[in-house]
T-cell receptor, first 110, second 114 residues
Framework: GQSLEQPSEVTAVEGAIVQINCTYQ??????LSWYQQHDGGAPTFLSY????GLEETGRFSSFLSRSDSYGYLLLQELQMKDSASYFC???????????FGTGTRLKVLA | GAGVSQSPSNKVTEKGKDVELRCDPI?????LYWYRQSLGQGLEFLIY????????KSGLPSDRFSAERTGGSVSTLTIQRTQQEDSAVYLC????????????FGPGTRLTVT
């Protein structure tokens, strides 16, 4: 089957750095995406990795290792507004469909 | 429009009734996706459209679920003979094409089957 695993919950304090891991097992792979979703809101795109390595976008960075079927999202200088759920998603080859993980709920404490 | 829109925002229906959910993607976006999200859960892929055709319908849970897209734009997801387990938020997303990095999500339709 196809699956993505993420921690269910992570807690950190304002100003800290947090890493959310994602391991995947899918048939076919184009890339790994990360989405943020606040309670009651729609998911919003954060980053996409198609190749191994680190992609940096402001306070957020995302890493991919295709050989390990592993990626992570790194959030720096945490702010209260970063409290949300974070989903990794694999874009599968063949039909371009996405398989989403179950999400990691991030709580940022003052 | 400026973003993906969905209607209705909320729908309460009785078990056994049919419902239609609508998605208006961003103008010019050829790829359109439907997902289902149960409370506190991840997004479950339902169907992907490229233009008017659906290369991947593998996520539709049963033959009670169907979707169509006309004119390469608006899409309708239809659920026949609704069941209580169909209660969820149904999300639509679009992207410029299937190879795009980013999906843009609509606000979703919250479906409650009583």
């Amino acid at each position: 089957g196809q699956s993505l695993e993420q921690p269910s919950e992570v807690t950190a304090v304002e100003g800290a750095i947090v890493q959310i891991n994602c391991t995947y097992q899918t048939s076919g792979f184009y890339g790994l995406s990360w989405y943020q979703q606040h309670d009651g809101g729609a998911p919003t795109f954060l980053s996409y990795n198609a190749l191994d390595g680190l992609e940096e976008t402001g306070r957020f960075s995302s890493f991919l290792s295709r050989s390990d079927s592993y990626g992570y999202l790194l959030l720096q200088e945490l702010q209260m507004k970063d409290s949300a759920s974070y989903f990794c998603a694999v874009k599968t080859s063949g039909t371009y469909k996405y398989i989403f993980g179950t999400g990691t709920r991030l709580k940022v404490l003052a | 429009g400026a973003g993906v829109s969905q209607s209705p925002s909320n729908k309460v229906t009785e078990k056994g009734k049919d419902v239609e959910l609508r998605c208006d993607p961003i103008s010019g976006h050829t790829a359109l996706y439907w997902y289902r999200q149960s409370l506190g859960q991840g997004l479950e892929f339902l169907i992907y459209f490229q233009g008017n055709s659906a290369p991947d319908k593998s996520g539709l849970p049963s033959d009670r679920f169907s979707a169509e897209r006309t004119g390469g734009s608006v899409s309708t997801l239809t659920i026949q003979r609704t069941q209580q387990e169909d209660s969820a938020v149904y999300l639509c997303a679009s992207s410029l094409d299937g190879g795009s990095r980013e999906q843009y999500f609509g606000p979703g339709t919250r479906l409650t089957v009583t």
